[in-house]
């Protein structure tokens, strides 16, 4: 039985287009892998391979413990897919079992000012900062929004909302130094 290549499936029904079209999530375990792999064999298409990988390893709760050599003993996996298969399986197990690192909670005006101020207090220019803020008033991301001349630092919220929206904040602190002196700004 002849294998369809990726060439002749549509371009819309390819894992990389449905990947960049859908997202990730809505992938199949064998597309996902069909995208580590790039590329099948002269007689046989990357998903063909793909699917005979997950069927050897019995799915993927047996390939997330594979070596090179077991995969390399499969026609049409090389040492650089196999490299590619256990460095995607490492990742994936490293960011499942990050854990969340302890963060700065804000509890007033003055503890906001306290995260910057040293940082911001010698510099040349001005810079607008954003703080953004969980529900636990927590910091997950500090940015520089920002950098100004001496005097002036011109902001347009849609610069600091984007930030937001996309890092899910709850709250946001904005603030910005004054070159010519210490006085630090919050809103």
Known sequence: ?????????????RPRERLIQLGAKHLSQQELISILLGSG??????????????????????LKDASVDELVAIKGIGEAKAVTILA???????????????????RSP????DYIME??????????VAMYLNTKNQIIHRQTIFIGSLNSSIVHPR????????????????????????????A
């Open 1 to 13: 039985m002849a294998s369809v290549m990726i060439k002749d499936v549509p371009k819309c029904d």
């Open 41 to 62: 064999t002269k007689e046989e298409s990357v998903t063909n391979l793909a699917q005979r990988l997950l069927m050897h390893f019995e799915g993927i709760q047996l």
């Open 88 to 106: 995607a399986v490492e990742l994936g197990r490293r960011i499942h079992q990050l854990q969340p690192q302890e963060r700065y909670v804000i």
């Open 110 to 113: 003055e503890d906001g000012a």
């Open 119 to 128: 940082e911001m207090r010698d510099l040349k220019q001005e810079h607008f």
């Open 159 to 186: 610069e600091v909302f984007k930030e937001a929206i996309k890092r899910s904040a709850a709250s946001i602190i904005c603030a910005h130094n004054h070159p010519s002196g210490v006085r630090l700004q919050g």
